[in-house]
């Protein structure tokens, strides 16, 4: 027997587990210290994984946030002391965001942002009776997650001490396919297939809550401390699920040509259950005149994914056996130099550089182990237009594995990339949303 893997769509062949590969990257700039958001807020920076966060933004400073992202991946695997491998790249839009700064206290973000995807290829060969027979098992689709955001300030003590509490409500829609197939060698054998679409829409919701004090040492440097955590509940989102296993030959080994219908159900209506997701953020950095220098932060997050399953399972389908999850990240960045307004600096030593490393104990498992997923980030923020604005091009790198061939047999190596724009109105000229006094 042998083993072959290949991603001839937009994935990985992991995305064959649950609703697929679950989409990490939050935004570009966040990418870049892997992910380590849940105790911050920054004006120049929407940050959708804590709601709390929206509180931050400044009056009249709207901020528009996209971006795309990757993946170029190795995957290799050991069977029968056959190793056998194939590579994978995609490339599509991460995020629309939109926050808007409502009052002194009161933000808003809206946004679009894939939640999974699927588009795997996963196949194996065996001998019977002198012929060769395939197992063949794709997947494709893609869950979205639309949603809106409040944050507010119930404490606010200018930059001496903040309370902030916000919630995020999102509808997650989409469609997801997933066939199975055994096909013969001979071209006078009937084939089969079975394909499974299921149609996903539902309510999620997410809250947040973030704490911030600034302490000023003995040398009046100002040095502060953030504190967050956020809570996903765990919805029970509806299905519509479509069934349907026939026989087919091919003409001529490549037109497919069906025969019979086996068995077919329509619109089956279930639920899908979707774990709850906990995370707890600390930060700690020094400012200088109202901005960061440098900032680090450590996060844990955890998503008990043992418990997914669907209600309505046809008579073949299984559900890969899942694990719970777990993540601690620890993030870094620093901006060299504060003074924008000197056009002496270059734009390199005005940017934020930022560094990250993450553990992952991933929901994947292969012969009952959890995969163990490790990886580390670097990024780059650089300011654009002028020294009085927000608008930024921000640059989001992941280099990291997922199994281990030795340990698990199997292995993915790969790299993850976000190019983003944030675009905001110059503070000094423009005002979005401004209602004006005089024409």
């Known amino acids: 027997m042998s083993y072959s893997w290949s991603q001839p769509m937009n994935t990985s062949p992991f995305s064959r587990y649950g609703v697929g590969e679950i989409n990490v990257i939050q935004s570009s700039h966040y990418l870049g210290w892997s992910n380590v958001s849940c105790a911050f807020s920054d004006p120049q920076f929407l940050n959708i994984s804590n709601p709390a966060s929206y509180a931050g933004l400044i009056k009249h400073s709207p901020l528009f946030d996209v971006s795309l992202s990757g993946k170029s991946?190795?995957?290799?695997?050991?069977?029968?002391?056959?190793?056998?491998?194939?590579?994978?790249?995609?490339?599509?839009?991460?995020?629309?965001?939109?926050?808007?700064?409502?009052?002194?206290?009161?933000?808003?973000?809206?946004?679009?942002?894939?939640?999974?995807?699927?588009?795997?290829e996963v196949s194996n060969s065996f001998m019977l009776d002198s012929s060769n027979v395939t197992n063949r098992y794709t997947g494709d689709g893609t869950v979205n997650k639309l949603f809106i955001g409040n944050g507010f300030n119930v404490l606010n003590k200018g930059d001496s001490s903040k309370l902030s509490i916000g919630l995020n409500a999102a509808y997650l829609f989409g469609n997801l396919e997933n066939n199975s197939s055994v096909i013969f060698e001979s071209t006078n054998a009937y084939n089969s297939r079975i394909q499974n679409r299921t149609m996903i829409s539902g309510w999620n919701f997410d809250a947040g809550i973030q704490y911030y004090k600034r302490f000023r040492t003995a040398n009046k440097t100002k040095l502060y401390l953030r504190l967050g955590a956020t809570y996903s509940l765990n919805p029970q989102v509806n299905t519509k699920s479509d069934f349907f296993a026939y026989s087919f030959v091919y003409n001529f080994g490549v037109q497919e040509i069906p025969k019979d219908t086996l068995e077919f159900g329509e619109d089956l209506s279930g639920t899908v259950y979707i774990p709850e997701k906990m995370c707890f953020g600390l930060g700690f950095g020094k400012n200088k005149n109202d901005q960061k220098?440098?900032?680090?932060?450590?996060?844990?997050?955890?998503?008990?994914?043992s418990n997914f399953h669907y209600s309505v399972l046809f008579s073949n389908q299984t559900v890969l056996q899942m694990a719970q999850s777990s993540t601690i990240a620890f993030g870094y960045r620093i901006t060299p130099t504060l003074d924008w307004s000197n056009s002496n600096k270059s734009v390199f030593s005005k940017s934020t550089y930022s560094l990250g490393l993450h553990s992952t104990q991933s929901s994947v498992m292969v012969n009952d182990t959890s995969l163990q997923n490790y990886g580390i980030n670097f990024g780059i923020s650089l300011p654009l237009l002028s020294s009085r604005s927000f608008s930024r091009v921000n640059i989001g790198l992941e280099f990291g594995r997922l199994g281990e061939l030795n340990k698990n047999r199997i292995e993915e190596n790969y790299i993850k990339f976000a190019l983003g724009f944030t675009m905001a109105p110059d503070t000094r000229y423009d005002r979005w949303f401004r209602k004006r006094k005089y024409d």
Do not use: H
């Open 293 to 305: 220098v440098w900032d680090c932060g450590l996060q844990y997050e955890r998503t008990d994914w």
């Open 73 to 120: 991946a190795l995957y290799r695997s050991d069977y029968n002391d056959t190793i056998t491998s194939s590579s994978g790249f995609n490339l599509g839009l991460n995020n629309m965001y939109l926050g808007l700064p409502v009052t002194k206290n009161w933000g808003l973000v809206i946004g679009i942002t894939p939640y999974s995807s699927q588009g795997y």
